[in-house]
């Protein structure tokens, strides 16, 4: 069983900055591929960062410059650091971990979302 544990978001002005962290809880587990998922109200959850097991990054064209994220991999855990935001940076943002259950490959896959932290961004 993979437990995702999100923490972070909250209200920020325009401008402001805020940080979203997520812990992968389990056992015996190999972490791959680490993300954030934003979801604006009344539309579909969308990728906005992710990092590979080597720390490959990639981003959404529309927070490129803006977010960063990072993981600790001695910790199982991804950070996103929202800089700069903007009103439609609002939304709810997921976690998402994908990897295996165990290190001997083959190994089962797994692949599982956090339960989604809130960020508001308005003046």
């Known amino acids: 069983q993979v437990h995702l544990v999100e923490s972070g978001g909250g209200l920020v002005r325009p401008g402001g900055s805020l940080g979203l962290s997520c812990t992968v809880a389990?056992?015996?587990?190999?972490?791959?591929?680490m993300g954030w998922y934003h979801q604006a109200p009344g539309e579909q959850r969308k990728l906005v960062a992710s990092i590979t097991s080597s720390d490959t990054t990639n981003y959404a064209g529309d927070v490129k410059g803006r977010f960063t994220i990072t993981r600790d991999s001695a910790k199982n855990t991804v950070y996103l650091h929202l800089n700069s935001l903007k009103p439609e940076d609002t939304g709810v943002y997921y976690c998402?971990?994908?990897?295996?259950?165990?290190?001997?490959?083959?190994?089962?896959?797994?692949?599982?979302w956090g339960q989604g932290t809130q960020v508001t961004v308005s003046s």
């Open positions: 389990g056992s015996f587990l190999t972490v791959a591929t």
């Open positions: 998402h971990v994908e990897g295996w259950y165990g290190s001997n490959m083959p190994a089962p896959h797994f692949s599982s």
